[in-house]
């Protein structure tokens, strides 16, 4: 066939036609074969946008005739193109030289030549192949004219025939012309195509070509050549054909579900595949971005679906990508029936036969009786679904769509899924029958949200701990576990460290006071304030939280401004402003992220006042420019826990802006002193804020917090001896509980021993690094998209192939049933890993716990292969 066109080339876009009827017609004919000629012939002659149209309806082999899918298949990849002269000059154009000045090689014919652009083969002077994307003349000006003519119809139809009138078709039509325009201008799609490489760029089995930027412009687009085996001919592909449509649906669900930009178009003339069984996305010409808000709306209406909760699963679709008429309102119940009875229909008694065309249908159907429909957004999103299904279906007719989304559902869910959490309880029962039978008797009367009930990550399998000590914990059940918990980090020195053991006991006896002076108090400030260069007072309370708290009130007090700026992803304890953005929901663009509540509950001015900022994006620091009137201080994590990554730049940076509008610059140490060194991340980086949070290790292990820093701002809290000023001008601290004199005597205990053993510091960072290397070394001989992030005792841990960036976009990536099932692994390779993504050692590890950790580690990720838990 490319030869048919090689020889077209001299007869123009019209002789293409012709040789393109001419190939097809060799084929032998019948009378479906000829109409689909027909139609062919059609939409060539009208130009791009009903090229386009054919393109897509290539990929319906659902709905079309085999002879019609064939026919209209060439246009995919075998529209006419340009005559060789007039290519020569268009490239020339562009490069405003001659081309030999850029290409050391250029073909002058086209490897493809679709509805917009032709694709070129060349050599840059450096070596590299390329392939040279090419506008063809007069496309960007016929695209303009065809949808533009093609408006003019539709509005006229729209006023003629009033039973079509509810489909607003005018305000679709322009829906669609919108994301039709932008696909001649090739610096869009670049910008698209460098985003997805990007999110693609350490994916195991996914390959974008990367763009070449210096040789981008309007009508031309020159990126890597990546060689394939076309779509078109997945047959001849060396790979099963199961696993290869497997791998088409998994990276449209990642794209998705995952990334939030998606390639807008993939049918086969878009996709290539290696003899690997590697699936290369070309064609960037047409993305479909989701929210994350949209983004949310698809996987929890899935996740409904999978547990077969339909209700729910109606009410979240309908929320989240449905435009409800006057009708939808007026009789939702009926509404809801209709719905949840094709949910049902599909999802549960089809699930077999799954059809996306078929369910799609069903739904419009619905829709349209109750004079709604899709959102624009979920418009693209169907097509998507439709077109990658569709060839997916193509390569693989048996395919089972709906069970490999519904892995990807429970992928995406922090839970494990019912037949793994079933193959756990079996085992688990045998291993500590004990746990589970008091987590069992725990639920008629407890909840515990920090443990058993969490609530993100809820732990099924959880220990109940008879005896800690060291770098162990004991179960019921005679099981010892190394802890990697650490109880979310007080236990830096391990559990029952002497030191500290014989200091609570000496406490205990001298009687416990609290509310009334005592010498502990004084010596624990005293040595808090020694550990940090860039503080001057301390008040003490009984947890990270209040720590926050105290410090936010403070600044408030301080400026008489109430807004704060914090980052998204970090979490700053339980209270409503800790939990704004920073974690699991996100909402707004990346680079501008909106505030989002962390939980029920929450008062909706906290959220409003919350200026959320991206760590490491030190062009976002503007936004606290832009908002320096109202904002009371900004707070941060300087080395996030979540995803433990240290940004001394950007920290320099926010320091400096900070200090230049005059706003407070708060650090959440509550993890990190005292653990990333002696005194915390700021001593590490010399980068000082004005408050610093403390908790966790300064308390020995019980309940204890502090804020501490600049005397003007501590001194905020201190009254001044006249309480008609104090109501006015300062700031009340409390706490019954707060410095009382065990909590003080445990955490002097804990702090001394860290002050007089320096050791400690690089025995735990040279322990990390250990550590870190021999689980990033399983991983990597097992080639698992796994991301592990260690400093300084703690560890990051993600089933990703996403490299370091924003944390919701790390987040995005993660295959969370993973993650979670890893703890139980672990579990039962005695190694107690708490179900979250991070976890962090002590220094009563010694190198053997570690090889242990290592070699369990080892043995769940080879159990967790053979039980599929990643898509290979
Ligand atoms: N800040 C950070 C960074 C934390 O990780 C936590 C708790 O994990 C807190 C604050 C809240 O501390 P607490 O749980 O002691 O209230």
């Known amino acids: 066939m490319l030869g048919h066109l090689t020889k077209a080339a001299g007869y123009g876009l019209l002789g293409g036609v012709e040789y393109l009827l001419g190939a097809i017609r060799g084929r032998g004919r019948g009378p479906e074969q000829r109409r689909a000629e027909v139609v062919l012939a059609f939409l060539l002659r009208m130009g791009p946008i009903y090229i386009k149209i054919g393109q897509i309806a290539a990929t319906r082999s659902d709905l079309l005739p085999e002879s019609w899918v064939q026919t209209l298949r060439v246009l995919q990849d075998q529209a006419p193109h340009m005559p060789v002269d007039q290519t020569r000059r268009a490239i020339e ?58 408006a003019t119809l539709v509005r006229l139809v729209h ?44 994916h195991p089995f996914v390959k974008v070509p990367a763009v070449v930027p210096e040789l981008v412009t309007r009508r031309m687009l020159v990126m890597e050549y990546m060689d394939g085996i076309p779509g078109k001919h997945a047959d001849t592909v060396p790979f099963p054909r199961a696993r290869l449509a497997q791998r088409l649906q998994d990276v449209i669900y990642t794209m998705l579900y995952m990334h939030g930009i998606c390639h807008g178009d993939p049918h086969p003339g878009n996709v290539m595949f290696t003899e690997a069984g590697e699936v290369v996305l070309v064609d960037y010409g047409v993305t479909v971005e989701l929210s994350e808000d949209e983004k949310w709306g698809l996987s929890s209406f899935y996740y409904a679906c999978s547990r077969k909760e339909w209700e729910i699963a109606t009410d979240r679709f309908t929320r989240h990508f449905v435009i409800a008429g006057k009708p939808l309102h007026q009789r939702r119940s009926a509404y809801d029936a209709q719905m949840i009875e094709i949910l049902r229909h599909h999802f549960d008694l089809s699930t077999n036969r799954w059809s996306t065309v078929a369910f799609f249908n069903d739904v419009n159907a619905v829709l349209r009786q109750y004079d709604s429909r899709y959102t624009t957004n979920f418009t693209k999103v169907e097509l998507v679904f439709l077109s990658g299904e569709g060839f997916a279906t193509q390569i693989d007719p048996d395919i089972d769509i709906w069970s490999n989304a519904r892995n990807f559902t429970d992928r995406y869910s922090p839970y494990v899924s019912t037949e793994v959490a079933q193959r756990f309880e079996a085992e688990f029962t045998l291993q500590m029958p004990t746990s589970l039978g008091l987590r069992d008797r725990a639920r008629s009367s407890l909840v515990a949200p920090t443990h058993i009930d969490r609530y993100f990550f809820p732990s099924g399998f959880p220990v109940f701990v008879k005896e800690a000590a060291g770098g162990s914990i004991k179960d019921f059940d005679g099981n010892e576990y190394i802890d990697l918990s650490g109880g979310y980090g007080p236990h830096l020195l391990g559990y029952a460290h002497p030191a500290i ?362 159990e967790m292969l053979a039980d599929q838990l990643f898509v290979t």
């Open 93 to 150: 154009r562009e490069l405003g030289a001659a081309l030999e000045a850029t290409f050391v090689s250029f073909d002058p014919t086209p490897i493809a030549s679709a509805s917009v652009a032709q694709v070129h083969v060349a050599e840059l002077s450096d070596g590299r192949k390329v392939a040279v994307k090419l506008v063809k003349d007069a496309v960007p000006e016929q695209l303009e004219q065809s949808l533009r003519a093609l």
């Open 159 to 202: 006023l003629a025939v009033p039973p079509v009138r509810n489909l607003n078709l005018p305000k679709r039509f322009e829906e669609l012309a919108r994301l039709l325009r932008p696909q001649a201008d090739m610096t869009h799609e670049a910008d698209r195509q460098q985003r997805i490489y990007a999110n693609f760029r350490a």
């Open 501 to 862: 053991t014989s200091a609570i006991t000496a406490g205990v006896d001298r009687g416990l006071v609290n509310g009334i002076g005592h010498v502990a108090e004084i010596e624990l400030a005293e040595l808090l304030v020694d550990a940090f260069p860039a503080a001057d007072k301390a008040i003490l309370c009984n947890s990270g939280t209040e720590a926050i708290l105290f410090a936010l009130r403070i600044c408030r007090g301080y400026r008489r401004r109430t807004a704060v700026a914090k980052f998204e992803g970090h979490y700053h304890g339980f209270a409503d402003q800790g939990m704004v953005s920073s974690w699991f929901r996100f909402s707004g663009d990346r680079h501008h992220p909106e505030p989002v509540a962390g939980t029920l509950g929450t008062d909706p001015a906290t959220v409003a006042g919350t200026v959320v900022l991206q760590y490491g994006d030190i062009g976002g620091l503007d936004r606290l420019r832009a908002h320096a009137d109202e904002l009371a201080c900004v707070i941060l994590e300087p080395m996030p826990t979540s995803v433990v990554a240290l940004d001394l730049e950007f920290l320099t940076e926010l320091r400096r802006v900070c200090t230049e509008l005059d706003i407070p610059l708060v650090f959440d140490e509550v993890v990190s002193g005292f653990r990333a060194a002696y005194g915390g991340v700021q001593v590490l980086a010399d980068i000082h804020p004005d408050l610093t949070c403390l908790g966790k290790v300064i308390g020995g292990g019980l309940p204890c917090g502090a804020v501490i820093g600049k005397q003007a701002l501590i001194d905020m809290a201190k009254s001044s001896q006249d309480p008609f000023n104090d109501y006015e001008n300062k700031v009340f601290a409390g706490g019954t509980l707060s410095g009382n004199s065990l909590t003080c005597t445990a955490g002097l205990a804990a702090v001394r021993h860290l002050g007089t053993h320096p050791e400690i510091y690089p025995m735990l960072d040279a322990n990390t690094a250990r550590l870190a290397e021999a689980m990033r070394e399983a991983v990597r001989q097992r080639e698992l998209a796994c991301r592990i992030n260690a400093r300084n005792s703690m560890f990051s841990l993600n089933f990703s192939h996403r490299e370091a960036g924003l944390y919701r976009e790390r987040m995005a990536g993660s295959n969370f049933k993973a993650t979670i099932a890893l703890a139980y692994y672990m579990r039962k390779h005695q190694v107690y890993l708490p179900e979250l993504h991070g976890f962090l050692i002590s220094a009563a590890h010694s190198i053997e716990d570690l090889d242990q950790v290592a070699h369990a580690f080892e043995k769940s990720l080879d």
